[in-house]
């Protein structure tokens, strides 16, 4: 297990120099008694040599925060600020060829879909591997299925009701096969989710990946299943892994106890549920995923409540890099408001300091 550079609590960085001073003071103050405690008792030369190198493991943590001594260079070279997450799948069923088509018209830049493998070994995009999830009384795992034998997927009575379902063909509510979508988008960048533990899986999709040449446009992991992120680092180095949800705890973890950054990263990219949930991924971290080369990317939806203002805003805070959402027009508007309150924040700022020498210049002329 190779991974560890900072703290997160901000007055820890405080504890090493009191500390210090606190120490220095007391073997001032007891020098004579501390000479014969050194001589005659091992235990304590033994307590006084763990907290010296306790206090210099505190303070080289946090110097070592603002730096990174792994070298990264930042892999992701388009836009990734809107992505959708499986598509438009408020007006249309998820992980579907139609869905992503109305994420992009909304202003999505990449789309994060889910994959399996069928029992004739074709790569379809669905998120569960029981077919029960998606309505009607469907039951049986994707991997014990043919691909002829899948149902089409169901609109839900919401998007029934919607007015540009009113004129659906059948085939689009097909499931669709990964290489489909690779034909249909080759310039849309993917983030593809492994929902199985299938090896297999990960050699074929490598396969297709290569073929179409979208190593540059890819990326790719599980969030349940870590030992098929290590498959995939093994498999192509050169398509960007993103961390399964263990290793985001981890990751966590060591950034708590400091030990962050003097621990190698084989990831890419870090995606998180949400900011309601997982509160701890804080500002300072992902400053240091940042300085690695790694973007973070942020779940909107809390409790099915797409693009919340409040939750965006929290989402700003922590400078996460990207946000993944249900409707990626709204979250499209939300951006371009952001955009626009900026600009405007930015011309105030130029016409007060406009204003400002123009009032010294006249004062210069009146004296």
Known sequence: MVDIIRFSIPFLVFIPFASM?????????NYDIIQEFLVYNKYYQYGLLFIILLLIYILCSFVLSGFVIWSYKPKLSYPYEN?????????????????????????AQVVLID???????KVVLIRNEDLSSIGGNYS?????LNYSELPKLVLTEKQKGLLQNSKIDEDQLQIPLLDEIFKEFPDIPFILNFVSDSTELVDIVNELIKEYDRESITIWGSFDHEKIG????????????FFSWSRIV????YDFIGALPFININE????????????FLKYKLNMHMNARGIPVFVFSNINDITNDINVLENIRKVRANGIIADDSRLLTEYLNSVIEKKRKERENHINKYTNSQ????NNKKMN
């Not at 001073?21 to 103050?29: A, C, E, F, G, Q």
């Not at 997450?85 to 007006?91: A, L």
């Not at 290590?230 to 892994?241: G, M």
Request: aromatic share 8%; glycine share 6%.
């Open 83 to 107: 992505i959708s997450n499986r598509g438009e799948r408020i007006s249309f069923p998820e992980n579907t060829i139609e869905s992503i088509k109305r994420a992009l018209n909304g202003g």
């Open 21 to 29: 001073i606190i120490i220095t003071k007391y073997i001032l103050d």
């Open 358 to 361: 123009s009032n010294i210049q």
């Open 115 to 121: 994959i399996q493998l069928t029992k004739d070994k």
């Open 140 to 144: 049986g795992k994707i991997k014990n």
């Open 250 to 253: 981890r990751i966590v973890f």
């Open 268 to 279: 890419s990219v870090l995606i998180s549920r949400n900011i309601k949930k997982y509160s």
């Open 230 to 241: 290590r498959y995939l680092f093994e498999t192509n180095k050169k398509i960007p892994l």
